[in-house]
């Protein structure tokens, strides 16, 4: 089973920045989608930024303009680029991956997710 590890989270004040890092565990493992997900205490989980295998990129609107998604698709490492960091950014931040290409829009249409990584930010 392919596992994805995260890296990048941690505590940041207001008005900084954070870069998510995940990779696969799998060298030969070839996604489509990948992305990440966030899940505040008591809220559902919902779609930060998704990039398919080629250019095709998607942001909730909450995160446009301040976060970035990248890939690095010899390496199956996808990224995120956090800045202007807000209050309401702090979550646990899940990388995720599906087999499809066109990168799909919620959760439970990826089939592979890394365990999760704080982030915290104090206003």
């Known amino acids: 089973q392919v596992q994805l590890v995260e890296s990048g989270g941690g505590s940041v004040q207001a008005g900084g920045s954070l870069r998510l890092s995940c990779a696969a565990s799998?060298?030969?493992?070839?996604?489509?989608?990948m992305g990440w997900f966030r899940q505040a205490p008591g809220k559902e989980r919902g779609l930060v930024a998704v990039?398919?295998?080629?250019?095709?990129?998607y942001y909730t609107n909450s995160v446009k303009d301040r976060f970035t998604i990248s890939r690095d698709n010899a390496n199956n490492t996808v990224y995120l680029q956090m800045n202007s960091l807000k209050a309401e950014d702090t979550a646990v931040y899940y990388c995720?991956?599906?087999?499809?290409?066109?990168?799909?829009?919620?959760?439970?249409?990826?089939?592979?997710w890394g365990q999760g990584t704080q982030v915290t930010v104090s206003a």
């Open positions: 995720a991956a599906a087999k499809r290409v066109v990168p799909p829009l919620r959760w439970d249409e990826y089939e592979y």
């Open positions: 799998d060298r030969t493992f070839r996604p489509g989608a």
């Open positions: 990039m398919g295998s080629g250019s095709s990129t």
